[in-house]
């Protein structure tokens, strides 16, 4: 490959990556809230641990971080549904609209960028986008992490978790 296609395909990650992280800022101005707020909407019951590592934050930060976002009235706690001695989180309604939100922000930015090509071209670059997805995920939280902002009832057969089934 030339390094200018290199280049090419590195900066329209980068931007669509920034305008993403933008867009989905007018719902939660930080990154980590917007992150848990996308993690929390995807896993219903996602328990402090989990949503620790996920983020790449410690225990304590994340404490404080689910403390603002449960003041924000975004978040709730409860018994987790899969250990009951672990606190599990999930969005209340302000939550779920906050991250419905979001993940409209996020389709309607990548319907614009993908509108200069046409249907066919548009057909043929998600099937791309597909493979290399299903080749580049190494673990159930690479997938975690790279599906934060995905719409989960649209993906029904998902490259990403399917990536990270086969050993990738």
Same mark, same amino acid.
């Given at each position: 490959?030339?390094?200018?296609?290199?280049?090419?395909?590195?900066?329209?990650?980068?931007?669509?990556?920034?305008?993403?992280?933008?867009?989905?800022?007018?719902?939660?101005?930080?990154?980590?809230?917007?992150?848990?707020?996308?993690?929390?909407?995807?896993?219903?019951? !996602?328990?402090? $641990?989990? @949503? *620790?590592? %996920?983020?790449?934050?410690?225990?304590? &930060?994340?404490?404080? +971080?689910?403390?603002?976002?449960?003041?924000?009235?975004?978040?709730?706690?409860?018994?987790?549904?899969?250990?009951?001695?672990?606190?599990?989180?999930?969005?209340?309604?302000?939550?779920?609209?906050?991250?419905?939100?979001?993940?409209?922000?996020?389709?309607? !930015?990548?319907? $614009?960028? @993908? *509108?200069? %090509?046409?249907?066919?071209?548009?057909? &043929?670059?998600?099937? +791309?986008?597909?493979?290399?997805?299903?080749?580049?995920?190494?673990?159930?939280?690479?997938?975690?992490?790279?599906?934060?902002?995905?719409?989960?009832?649209?993906?029904?057969?998902?490259?990403?978790?399917?990536?990270?089934?086969?050993?990738?």
């Amino acid at each position: 490959m030339e390094q200018r296609d290199v280049n090419s395909v590195s900066a329209l990650c980068l931007n669509l990556a920034d305008e993403i992280g933008q867009a989905v800022a007018a719902f939660a101005p930080r990154n980590e809230p917007a992150q848990a707020i996308a993690y929390i909407g995807r896993a219903p019951s !996602l328990t402090i $641990r989990h @949503l *620790s590592g %996920l983020l790449g934050l410690s225990h304590a &930060a994340t404490v404080r +971080l689910v403390d603002r976002i449960c003041a924000d009235g975004l978040v709730m706690r409860s018994p987790s549904e899969e250990d009951g001695r672990a606190v599990g989180l999930s969005l209340t309604a302000q939550g779920q609209e906050r991250y419905e939100n979001m993940l409209s922000a996020r389709s309607v !930015l990548v319907e $614009r960028t @993908l *509108s200069v %090509l046409n249907k066919e071209d548009r057909v &043929a670059f998600a099937q +791309l986008a597909r493979k290399l997805l299903s080749s580049c995920i190494y673990s159930a939280e690479d997938a975690a992490r790279g599906c934060r902002f995905c719409d989960v009832e649209a993906c029904h057969d998902c490259p990403v978790r399917t990536g990270s089934q086969n050993g990738h």
